[in-house]
């Protein structure tokens, strides 16, 4: 790591954890069979209105639920992009935070894309304004530009490549191996994972995740002594101490992979709580226990729950069918330049890991 670009601390600011979570998933207070009642309208209107629901691990499990019964989707943010542009559907209604959504409308500009929820955000997106993400880029024109899916279409127009954090290592052994410096934005954990395990030359922007960075490596620890044969499985949005102590570091989807196929029992988990649901699913016979985000002194505000993804919820997601609110609508400059960055990743995808990956056109 070559030097840091500090964050202001007004976009801090913005962020209120505690309040947003009170306005997370009302949906858990109607009773059962409001519940049914709201679920077959939205599978009447997603039929009517020729449109798939795709969701990501994070949010509430009705709505994984609904997605997967209803011909959708539910996965990671790479895999949740490729779904939504090969599937054949006309609308794409994205159940996770802002940037899932712009992804879609890039890959997909003739489909009109609906976001469940138009202010669930992302912290490391707000924490990399495009204007002053330009500057640092500006100042650094001998590095390769590689941004993080969680940013906004403004960012992904200003960067060679965009990863996600499932090609992030590949992306950058590869890069290395060409000889290339990088200029990393905006997660500075990720960063800092990929820097390590690759050597390659990076340049961090200083973003953070406000779920992922409140992971204890203290008490995980403690946590792992009491269940000396659990597997730890780490999201690379951690800080390095808890990475340090994990047994598998991946994207959501390989976490999941994890469970699946490690022969362990036991796992301690540190990523958002939502994919407990299809860890459960995968490995139904395994126990997973939510890694500890307080330990001696700390101050637990997300609690390994990330408050926007819980802003998606049936009740908001009827409404966004009745209304065709919340469309995603991006200046069509700025999507074909991050339609680039995006589109190599894919081509990189589906050349170097998953040839299955069939997202086509000019990467
Ligand atoms: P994945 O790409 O691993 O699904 O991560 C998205 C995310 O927002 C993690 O916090
Ligand atoms: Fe963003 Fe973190 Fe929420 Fe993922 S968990 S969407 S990185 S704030």
């Known amino acids: 790591m070559t030097a840091m670009q500090t964050v202001p601390e007004r976009l801090k600011e913005r962020i209120d954890v505690t309040a947003l979570r009170a306005r997370g998933v009302k949906h858990a207070s109607l009773s059962k069979r409001e519940r049914q009642g709201l679920k077959e309208r939205i599978r009447r209107m997603l039929e009517e ?10 949010v509430d499990s009705e709505l994984q639920d609904l997605a997967d019964d209803t011909g959708g989707f539910v996965s990671d943010s790479l895999e949740m992009a490729r779904f939504g542009y090969e599937h054949p559907a006309s609308t794409v209604v994205v159940a996770g935070v802002r940037f899932m959504g712009e992804t879609a409308k890039i890959l997909s500009p003739n489909k009109r894309v609906l976001v469940v929820e138009r202010e669930a955000e992302c912290s490391l997106d707000l924490g990399c304004p495009a204007d002053e993400f330009a500057k640092f880029c500006d100042a650094h024109p001998d590095r390769t530009v590689v941004v993080y899916a969680n940013t906004s279409a403004a960012v992904k127009a200003r960067a ?26 905006p997660d500075k954990y990720l960063g800092d994972y990929v820097q390590r395990m690759t050597g390659a030359d990076m340049l961090m922007w200083e973003g953070s995740c406000v779920v992922h960075e409140e992971f204890k490596a203290d008490a995980l ?52 709580d939502g994919i407990f649901h299809k860890m459960r699913e995968a490995a139904p016979r395994k126990v997973f226990i939510p890694a500890p985000t307080a330990g001696a002194g700390a101050s637990c505000k997300s609690c390994g729950h990330c408050p926007w993804m819980k802003l998606n919820d049936l009740s908001r997601l009827e409404h966004v069918l009745a209304t065709g609110e919340n469309e995603v609508l991006i200046d069509e400059d700025i999507r074909a330049r991050a339609e680039k960055s995006l589109r190599r990743m894919v081509a990189f995808a589906r050349e170097h890991i998953n040839p299955n990956m069939h997202v086509t056109g000019n990467a």
């Open 49 to 58: 209105q020729d449109a798939v629901l795709v969701a990501h691990y994070y």
């Open 160 to 185: 060679d490549w965009v990863v996600t954090s499932s090609i992030a290592l590949p992306v950058a052994k590869h890069l290395h191996a060409t000889g290339e410096k990088i200029l990393w934005a």
């Open 221 to 272: 620890a403690q946590v792992k002594s009491l269940y000396p044969n659990a597997a730890v499985l780490v999201h690379p949005e951690s800080p390095p101490a808890v990475i340090e102590l994990a047994d598998r570091v991946g994207s959501t989807s390989q976490i999941i992979q994890a469970a699946r196929e490690m022969n362990n029992e036991l796992f301690i988990v540190a990523t958002e």
